[in-house]
């Protein structure tokens, strides 16, 4: 079975930290996201990566960025967490570039409370 | 931005069949529409795809109009289990779908 595997199934960090979300996927996808979810509003993509050192904005990237230096590994970083980047992370990945024909795989999510 | 539009809630008895419609006629002919359930608080689960044709897995069935702007994921004989929030997605440009708020189904006991 494809795994994507996110490095903490919980996180609780300090207003001004430094977050470091990790995701790695075990079967060689070339694309790999990341979104959030929050009551009321579904999946937002904050960003996602159509291969190794390449990423693009999706609709919220604001207070958040990216890196993928493997194809493998997939990571969003909250430079400076707010309370308002409380939130359930998830991270997924599909087989090839074009989306039409391939779906996602998703990892288990990382609820992240800032306080 | 491809989007999706599914009734915000369902309910459905244990045992009878759970009838989910999605519209999106904004599909573009070679495209896939998918659906994923999600159970409170955990990733989204594939559940199935399709193309033109009607699909089956082992999970549900997936019926699409002929002029491929809605349809309808069923599951044939729900369970207490199935209680989930269900989501419809097409492509939105070449690498990424756009989730929208999916539907919320209740299996009553």
């Known amino acids: 079975d494809v795994k994507v595997t996110q490095s903490s199934r919980y996180l609780v960090k300090r207003t001004g930290e430094k977050v470091f979300l990790e995701c790695v996927q075990d079967?060689?996808?070339?694309?790999m996201f990341w979104y959030r979810q929050d009551p009321g509003l579904g999946l937002r993509l904050i960003y996602f990566?159509?291969?190794?050192?390449?990423?693009e904005k999706g609709d919220i990237p604001e207070g958040y960025s990216v890196s993928r230096e493997k194809k493998e590994r997939f990571s969003l970083i909250l430079e400076s967490a707010s309370t308002n980047q409380t939130s359930m992370y998830l991270c997924?990945?599909?087989?090839?570039?074009?989306?039409?024909?391939?779906?996602?795989?998703f990892g288990s999510g990382t609820r992240l409370t800032v306080v | 931005d491809a989007k999706t539009t599914q009734p915000p809630s369902m309910d459905c008895a244990e045992g009878r069949a759970a009838n989910l419609p999605c519209n999106h006629s904004?599909?573009?002919?070679?495209?896939?529409v998918y659906w994923y359930r999600q159970i409170h608080s955990q990733g989204p689960q594939y559940i199935i795809h399709g193309l033109k044709n009607n699909e089956t897995n082992e999970m549900a069935s997936l019926i699409i109009t002929e002029d491929r702007k809605s349809c309808t994921l069923i599951l044939p004989h729900a369970t207490l289990r199935d209680t989930a929030v269900y989501y419809c997605i097409v492509p939105s440009g070449t690498y990424k779908y756009i989730f929208g708020t999916g539907t919320r189904l209740k299996v009553l006991a």
């Open positions: 079967m060689d996808h070339e694309n």
């Open positions: 904004t599909i573009s002919g070679n495209e896939y």
């Open positions: 997924a990945s599909s087989a090839a570039r074009r989306a039409a024909n391939y779906g996602y795989t």
């Open positions: 990566s159509y291969d190794v050192k390449m990423k």
